[in-house]
């Protein structure tokens, strides 16, 4: 990612305001303009995830590979991951987006996350 940068939009189509934005359900999922599929909002961690999040609570910014707790279900038995600090902005209620920081002081975000409400 160090000279791309990538643009992951998610679009809610619902059409009802009783939820918070980031509470809604199913996302279309687009990535630099192209739709990519769907997403679904988990209520629950699964145990490979809680897995994950433990080993990663000491991270506080950085990218890299872990081992998979189960090799039976990737080909190559690890995991990637990307931990990093963003900045939260609220454009309406049917709008925010999370902008990664740099910590290397490049200019503008590197990647960018918009969660979006269609109506």
């Not at 609220?90 to 925010?96: A, L, M, P």
Request: hydrophobic content about 40%.
């Amino acid at each position: 990612m160090a000279s791309d940068i990538v643009r992951i939009a998610l679009e809610s189509e619902t059409k009802t305001h009783k939820k918070k934005l980031l509470e809604e359900f199913v996302w279309a999922v687009y990535c630099n303009g192209r739709k990519m599929g769907y997403s679904i909002r988990r209520k629950q961690l699964s145990d490979d995830e809680l897995h994950v999040m433990q080993l990663l609570r000491g991270v506080s910014m950085g990218a890299g590979v872990l081992p998979s707790p189960n090799e039976k279900e990737t080909a190559d038995g690890e995991l990637t991951y990307m931990r990093a600090r963003f900045e939260r902005v609220v454009g309406s209620k049917d709008s925010e987006a999370l902008y990664m920081i740099s910590p290397d002081g490049a200019p503008g975000p590197e990647l960018s996350i918009f969660f979006v409400r269609a109506h």
